[in-house]
C-alpha cells in the first residue's frame, strides 16, 4: 500500500479520538456551514462498545482513595517469589525502561517457561501417585497452592531472585519509589480534571448514587424482556436523570451497530438508534465515549451532530478487523453500516436538510486493550487503512487514534503492539494523532485491588471505594471495568481534541 493511501485512510478512520499536545481550537473552518449536519465514525473493541455505569460514578465526588506508603511499598515483601503478588511491583517490572530492559524480558520469559514445565510434572505426578507430591497428598490438581508452589519452585531457581536484583537496583531509572510518586502525581492529575468532567456529567444536582443502584435493580427487573429495546433504553436514562442528572441530547444523535444493546440486525450485531443519552453501551444503562464526547460537541457545535458508533466485543482481531483470508467481518459490517446510514441521514437525525448537507467531522478508532502482545496488529491495522482508503467519504477526515490503557504507567505503552503500531501510523499520517488513555484511569484503585485482595492491606473505606468504582472483577481494565471516571476523562479530552482538529465549521464559545 502507498504511503499515500495509508496517510488518507489513517486520516480517516482514526481521526476521532486524540486529545492532547495539539494547537487550539479551530474555530470558523473555511467553507464550513453552522447548518451541516456533522457526523462523527467511532470504530473499535470492546473498550469502544462502552461498559461505564453509572453505580461506579460517585468516585468523581467521593473523597478520594489514599493509598498507604509503608504498606504500598512493602507489599510484596510478604511473598517475595510471588513478584505478582504485589499489584504496585508488578506493574513497575512490566514498565521497566533500563539498560537491562533485554535481560528482564529474557529473565521473565525464562521463569514464566519453567513453571509451565513444572506445573506440568508436578500434575504428572499427581496423577500417577494418586494425589502425592513430595511427601504430601492433595485433593485438587489445580488452584492456588499449585500457583504458589511454581513460584516458590522458581525462586530455588534462582531465576526470580535475578529478576528482583534488576528491579531492586538503585540503577533502576523507574524504581517501586518512583512509581509509586507517579501514582500519587496522577491521581493528583485526575483530581483536577474531575470537577470539570462531573459538572458536564451531572450539572449542578446532587447525586444518589445508591438510590440509582437500587432503582436500576428493581425497574430493570420490570422492564427487561418486557418493553422493547428503545423502552428500556428509555426508562434506564430516565432513572440516570432522576438520581444522576444525567442528560439526554437535543442536537447529538447516535447510531450504534455492534454488540451494543439494540434490536439484532444479524447473529453477530445488534443496531440502536436515537438522541444521545447514557445508554448505548453493552447494556442499556451502559455507555461508551460517545456520551461524554456527545456531551463536549453539543456544547461547542453550532447545528446537529450525528455519531455512528461501529463496535464489537472480545474476539481475535485479525478474524474481526483483517483483510484477506476469512478475516474481516466486523470491518465489512462496519463499512457496510456507515454506507448505508449516509445514504439515508434523515433516518438517523431529524434536524438533517438535503439542502444543506453533511460532512464527516472527524473518526476514531478505540481497540488494543487484549493486544499488549500481538505483533500482527500493525499489519491488520494497515490492512483496515487501505479498505477505509476506498471509501468516498474517508476523504480528507481527520483522524485519532486512542491507545489501550489497561495499565498504570507509560512504560507499558511503549512496549505495547497496539499502541506502537498505532503510535507509528500517527507518524506516517499527515492527519493522524495519536492519545494515551492510561492517565485516566483511577490508578490508585488499581493498587488498592491488589493490596487488599492479597491482604497486605485493610480498610473498611478502601474496600468500598474500591468495590463501587468496578462492576467486576475484570475491572483491571477499564474496558471492562465499567469505571465511569475513566470513560468520562477519556470522552470528554477526546471531544476537546476532536473540536481542534475536526472540521465542525465555527465553534460556539463554551
Not at 167 to 192: C, H, I, M
Not at 350 to 365: F, N
Request: charged content about 25%; hydrophobic content about 40%; aromatic content about 12%.
Amino acid at each position: 500500500m502507498s504511503l499515500g493511501l495509508f496517510r488518507v485512510s489513517v486520516f480517516l478512520f482514526f481521526g476521532f479520538f486524540l486529545c492532547f499536545g495539539y494547537g487550539g481550537i479551530v474555530e470558523g473552518a473555511e467553507g464550513a456551514e453552522g447548518g451541516k449536519l456533522r457526523v462523527v465514525v467511532m470504530m473499535g473493541g470492546d473498550e469502544m462498545v462502552g461498559h461505564a455505569d453509572f453505580r461506579t460514578a460517585g468516585y468523581l465526588r467521593e473523597p478520594k482513595l489514599v493509598l498507604p506508603r509503608k504498606e504500598t511499598l512493602e507489599a510484596h515483601k510478604g511473598n517475595l517469589a510471588q513478584i505478582n503478588g504485589a499489584y504496585l511491583y508488578w506493574q513497575m517490572m512490566g514498565a521497566y525502561q533500563g539498560e537491562k530492559a533485554v535481560e528482564l524480558k529474557r529473565l521473565e520469559a525464562e521463569r514464566a517457561a519453567f513453571k509451565r514445565k513444572f506445573k506440568a510434572e508436578v500434575v504428572a505426578e499427581l496423577k500417577r501417585t494418586g494425589g502425592h507430591f513430595r511427601g504430601r497428598k492433595y485433593k485438587r490438581y489445580r488452584g492456588f497452592w499449585l500457583y504458589n508452589l511454581c513460584d516458590q519452585e522458581a525462586e530455588v531457581k534462582g531465576i526470580t531472585p535475578k529478576i528482583r536484583a534488576i528491579l531492586d537496583s538503585p540503577e533502576n531509572p523507574f524504581g517501586l519509589e518512583k512509581a509509586y510518586e507517579t501514582v500519587l502525581a496522577d491521581q493528583k492529575w485526575r483530581a483536577g480534571r474531575y470537577e470539570v468532567v462531573s459538572k458536564l456529567l451531572f450539572g449542578d444536582k446532587d447525586v444518589d448514587v445508591a438510590a440509582y443502584a437500587k432503582a436500576v435493580a428493581e425497574e430493570g427487573a420490570k422492564v427487561e424482556g418486557v418493553k422493547g429495546v428503545k423502552g428500556r433504553r428509555d426508562v434506564y436514562s430516565g432513572l440516570a436523570g432522576r438520581f444522576m442528572g444525567a442528560r439526554v441530547s437535543e442536537g447529538v444523535y447516535v447510531a450504534a451497530v455492534g454488540n451494543v444493546e439494540g434490536e439484532k440486525l444479524d447473529d453477530r450485531s445488534r443496531v440502536a438508534q436515537g438522541k444521545l443519552g447514557p445508554t448505548f453501551g453493552h447494556s442499556a444503562h451502559t455507555f461508551g465515549l460517545e456520551y461524554p464526547l456527545g456531551l463536549v460537541l453539543e456544547e461547542r457545535v453550532s447545528g446537529p451532530v450525528l455519531i455512528i458508533k461501529c463496535a464489537w466485543g472480545r474476539g481475535d482481531f485479525a478474524e474481526q478487523w483483517g483483510v484477506g483470508g476469512d478475516g474481516g467481518w466486523a470491518l465489512a459490517a462496519s463499512l457496510k453500516r456507515v454506507r448505508s446510514i449516509l445514504g439515508d441521514l434523515g433516518k438517523y437525525h431529524p434536524g438533517y436538510d438535503e439542502k444543506v448537507g453533511y460532512e464527516v467531522a472527524g473518526a476514531l478508532w478505540f481497540h488494543g486493550v487484549s493486544d499488549s502482545l500481538n505483533v500482527g496488529y500493525g499489519k491488520v491495522l494497515e490492512g483496515v487503512f487501505g479498505e477505509l482508503g476506498k471509501e468516498s467519504w474517508m476523504s480528507g477526515v481527520p483522524v485519532l487514534l486512542c491507545g489501550a490503557g489497561d495499565f498504570l504507567f507509560e512504560g507499558h505503552s511503549m512496549v505495547h503492539e497496539g499502541n506502537k503500531a498505532m503510535r507509528k501510523a500517527a507518524r506516517e499520517g499527515k492527519e493522524v494523532h495519536f492519545m494515551e488513555t492510561y492517565r485516566y484511569y483511577p490508578s490508585e484503585l488499581k493498587v488498592a485491588d491488589g493490596l487488599l485482595r492479597k491482604r497486605r492491606w485493610k480498610s473498611d473505606v478502601a474496600s468500598g471505594l474500591v468495590r463501587g468504582s468496578m462492576m467486576s472483577r475484570r475491572g483491571y481494565a477499564p474496558a471492562y471495568g465499567g469505571n465511569v471516571p475513566y470513560y468520562m476523562l477519556t470522552g470528554s479530552e477526546v471531544g476537546r481534541k476532536l473540536l481542534a482538529v475536526g472540521r465542525f465549521g465555527e465553534l460556539r464559545t463554551p
